[in-house]
Structure formats: C-alpha cells, structure tokens
C-alpha cells in the first residue's frame, strides 16, 4: 500500500512537470517588442508606456527563472503589448514633429 501511494505521488509530480511548458515564444516576442520600443526612443517620447514595458519584461525574466512558467507568459504578454503601443506612440509624435 505504501509503494503503490508513493507510485502515485511520483507520478503526479511528474505530470505536472510535463504539462508546463516555457513560454520561449512569448519571451522572445516580449524581447524584440521591447527592443524595438527602445530603437525607436520610447523612453523619451512614450516613458510611461515604456516603464510599464520594462517593468512586465524584468517580471517575466524573473518568473522564467525561477521556472514559474505560467507566470512567466502572462507577463511576457503584458510587455509586449506595453512595449508595442510605446513604440507606435514614439513613432506617432516622432513622424508629427517632422511635418
């Protein structure tokens, strides 16, 4: 009886380990918006948008770190769509002040 529960939670936490899975992707989408949200100045014409990016972005390399992967992505999203709207908005009042 006692082998056959320790089977069981062994088998358990395998499957959890398995059915998590790193969010690579949304890391690497998060990573090229911020960095394009950085090349096109964001940081001065966008800053609060851009400091909303940056702070999802450094949470979700935190929660990779330290494997909480779930977390991890939420956040990854969230950077990207921060780091997204900065850039359009740098590149709005960049493109106005030039007419």
């Known amino acids: 009886m006692k082998r056959l529960s320790l089977l ?18 949304e890391m690497n989408l998060a990573a090229s918006a911020f960095m394009a949200a950085k090349d096109a100045k964001a940081y001065i014409l966008s800053p609060s948008r851009y400091r ?7 949470k979700a390399k935190s929660a990779y770190r330290k494997k909480y992967f779930n977390k991890a992505k939420q956040y990854a999203i969230m950077a990207r769509k921060e780091a997204e709207k900065a850039e359009f908005i740098a590149i709005r009042k960049a493109t106005l002040e030039n007419l």
Request: charge should be positive; aromatic fraction near 24%; glycine fraction near 4%.
């Open 52 to 58: 909303k990016a940056e702070f999802y972005y450094l």
């Open 8 to 25: 069981f939670f062994l088998l358990f936490l395998t499957a959890c380990g398995l059915t998590t899975t790193r969010p690579k992707l």
